[in-house]
């Protein structure tokens, strides 16, 4: 017999009402343990349809799903009630529902919502009791994600088309799947058309507009043309202009808007809404619902936006009536108070006010469970490995630790395998010293592919892999520990007549086979006058708009400086280079909420690629050593495809978690290494280290401190040792040469 998804995928809410009608009293602790027992089993986990994953006309209403996104803004929290009293019709019975993770009551056939009129002021207090609150995330997904994490998370999940991997072979005909996808295409479409028609009181009220003074109002077609004339919009019409414009508004809420795809979701949590921030990766996972009717729902984040627009529209039309307003045929208006009536705040009128999210393009999910997402790189675990020392208050820097920690051995262990060596015989104390053969082979693996990438220069691939590896650890005063902005310089070029794809583009499209969030902006006079880079609030729809900037921890952002010409920043353009240089300097970016800035610290990695030194200032600028007089992408590219054949997966796996693993490894300086470096750089400081005779800055020390942590990182190592050191030493010569290049005296 096949195994069928279960009701606790499929219908959740069956399973919420019947833990409620059960204990009520325990409601909560048995439905977290319910699920969490569910979710523990990792084929049960990636039985439950992922919306990353899946089209949304392929989701059952209200079954359980993934979403796997970034936090792109936040609400106030607001109150409902928990728990509703309801009446049977026939007998009066009465009966408590439960209305939690639910958008909607959902009354049981006979029943009636019933209204306690009898009880006293002191009894009608306890009700209060049922309120509780939740908090409500727009959430968007991830920007800038691989392709090669979609295309794995998408081989892990065994959920395809509405059926598990178990159920895939069990035969069925054919023509009743097509019928049955079709249907459901066919009710995303109509659930689309209806959210996308301007709504009014009656269903089929044709709007027109007045061309004397340009108002929206129902066409009447025995008015007088003679003094007023109409242009009456089909419904074609009025379905493709508000259709572009949300697709707009939800546009302008994905950071990378001309790159992403993906459904944005307004994520409504009950529990633990504290622990989340804005830029956070999280995981969701809760009861998926794109119920039509909250289209056309007063939306509860915006409590006073239907009495601005009643009370801007009647001052309108006092000034209209004052007026007399003509065209310019002398046709006099005649549009009346009857015009403004629709804008009346009623609890009909609420209940046909178009939702800035619409259900069918921003569904709702209503969280049971969610955790911090603190990689998406699929080859790794999930956080729920240590999901029972949640239980045990752990903090959660050592939580992450501990997390971390995990993987690492995991990760050397499978170096291990790989070698065919007896891992029962291996204990954690010797994991790393009987790996770190294998770890030195990966590594060299990688300098080998990066000194490809790099034309052949074999410094800058060392220190392209310390910039991947490279993360701010720490934040104190005014100074950021960890930053390490790579400035490439000496990039070649192309002809621009041949059309053909630039360094940058080629070095991008084989960097991002190997991270798991990256970007390539170019940075040119244009864009940097028309991007939007800052997020920035919008008041009147209560709303944060996205910028290119607002991006998750560890993202990866490549500047492409090679296609800047001369020309004239304006205002905005400003802001922007203000902001690119503030990130690079003090990784924080200020969002604009209009009337003040509110800063966000940021943790971005930043690698700026041009022809000679960028306008942008860096922590390490390093000049590109090449003998090529004209880039060549056809030829550039064959060679690259040689590392990423399908035939080396394996190996290109290893090195994606190698990045993903390692930037995490806990560092520390012993005693006696920081007295040596501390002995070292007073030596260092007392020597003339550039022609003019200036000394070594604080930034060049910190950068030579950075430079010997990414190094030791580099070897798997959590201590810094006197090879990695004098290694980081003679790195920053080589460098201070091939930058300068005349000697030290």
Request: net charge negative.
């Amino acid at each position: 017999m096949p195994v069928f998804i279960e009701d606790w995928i499929k219908n959740p809410i069956s399973i919420i009402n019947n833990i409620f009608d059960n204990d009520c009293e325990n409601f909560d602790s048995k439905l977290d343990e319910f699920f969490r027992s569910k979710l523990m089993c990792e084929k049960d986990y990636q039985s439950i349809p992922c919306i990353n994953d899946v089209a949304l006309h392929e989701l059952t209403p209200n079954c359980l799903v993934r979403y796997r996104c970034m936090i792109q803004d936040s609400f106030d929290p607001v109150y409902f009630t928990n728990v509703q009293t309801v009446k049977n019709k026939s007998t009066g019975q009465l009966k408590k529902i439960c209305l939690k993770y639910k958008e909607t009551i959902d009354l049981p056939a006979g029943y009636e919502v019933w209204e306690d009129t009898v009880s006293t002021n002191d009894k009608k207090l306890n009700h209060h009791a049922n309120l509780q609150q939740r908090t409500t995330f727009f959430c968007v997904p991830i920007p800038g994600e691989a392709q090669w994490v979609k295309e794995l998370s998408r081989a892990k999940s065994c959920y395809v088309c509405g059926t598990t991997a178990d159920e895939r072979t069990v035969d069925k005909r054919p023509l009743e799947a097509d019928e049955a996808m079709e249907t459901n295409q066919n009710n995303q479409i109509q659930r689309i058309e209806q959210d996308m028609n301007i709504v009014s009181q009656e269903k089929d009220t044709d709007y027109t507009i007045c061309k004397v003074c340009y108002k929206t109002k129902k066409f009447n077609p025995d008015e007088e043309t003679e003094t007023v004339t109409y242009t009456k919009k089909t419904k074609n019409e009025k379905i493709t202009e508000n259709n572009t414009n949300i697709h707009l508004n939800l546009l302008n809420n994905f950071p990378l808007n001309k790159n992403e795809n993906g459904s944005a979701c307004l994520v409504k949590t009950y529990e633990d809404s504290e622990k989340y921030k804005i830029n956070d990766l999280v995981e969701f996972i809760g009861i998926y619902n794109q119920d039509p009717s909250l289209a056309f729902q007063h939306d509860e984040h915006r409590t006073d936006s239907l009495e601005v627009e009643h009370e801007r529209k009647t001052q309108e039309f006092k000034i209209h009536k004052e007026n007399k307003i003509e065209d310019e045929n002398h046709h006099l208006c005649k549009c009346t108070e009857m015009d403004i009536h629709i804008t009346k705040v009623t609890e009909h009128s609420k209940k046909y006010i178009l939702s800035e999210f619409p259900p069918s393009l921003v569904p709702r999910i209503h969280c049971i469970t969610s955790f911090n997402l603190l990689s998406n790189n699929p080859l790794l675990g999930r956080e729920s490995k240590v999901e029972k020392k949640e239980e045990m208050q752990v903090e959660p820097t050592e939580k992450k630790s501990d997390y971390w920690s995990l993987e690492y051995n995991q990760f050397l262990r499978s170096l291990l395998k790989e070698s065919n060596q007896n891992l029962e015989l291996i204990d954690d104390s010797i994991l790393f010293d009987q790996s770190q053969i294998y770890l030195n082979k990966l590594r060299n693996e990688i300098i080998l592919m990066f000194q490809e990438l790099l034309l052949g220069d074999a410094l800058a691939a060392e220190y392209l892999l310390m910039h991947l590896l490279s993360s701010v650890f720490m934040r104190k005063d005014v100074t950021i520990l960890g930053k390490f902005c790579l400035n490439i310089t000496n990039i070649p070029l192309v002809d621009k007549k041949d059309n053909l794809k630039t360094f940058a583009d080629c070095f991008y499209s084989a960097l991002s086979k190997i991270v798991p969030m990256s970007h390539l902006f170019r940075f040119s006079i244009e864009n940097m006058n028309t991007s939007n880079l800052i997020p920035n609030k919008d008041y009147t729809k209560d709303k944060l708009i996205s910028g290119m900037l607002q991006l998750p921890e560890l993202f990866h952002l490549i500047i492409d400086e090679t296609l800047l010409n001369a020309g004239e920043l304006k205002q905005k353009g400003l802001i922007n280079l203000n902001s690119l240089k503030e990130i690079i300097k003090w990784q924080k970016m200020n969002y604009d909420f209009g009337f003040h800035q509110q800063e966000f610290n940021t943790n971005l990695r930043m690698l700026i690629l041009s022809e000679t030194k960028s306008i942008l200032t860096s922590d390490v600028q390093l000049k590109l050593n090449h003998e090529l007089g004209k880039f060549e992408p056809e030829q550039y590219e064959r060679v690259i495809n040689e590392f990423f054949h399908e035939e080396k997966l394996n190996l290109i796996n290893y090195i994606r978690k190698y990045f993903s693993i390692l930037a995490h490894i806990d560092y520390k300086l012993s005693s006696s290494m920081q007295q040596l470096v501390e002995n070292d750089l007073v030596q260092i400081r007392q020597t003339h280290l550039v022609k003019n005779k200036e000394k070594m800055s604080f930034e060049d020390f910190h950068t030579l401190l950075v430079v010997a942590r990414l190094q030791a990182i580099s070897y798997g190592k959590s201590e810094l040792t006197i090879p990695e050191w004098n290694r980081a030493k003679s790195l920053e010569i080589e460098l201070y040469f091939s930058v300068f290049q005349f000697p030290m005296i």
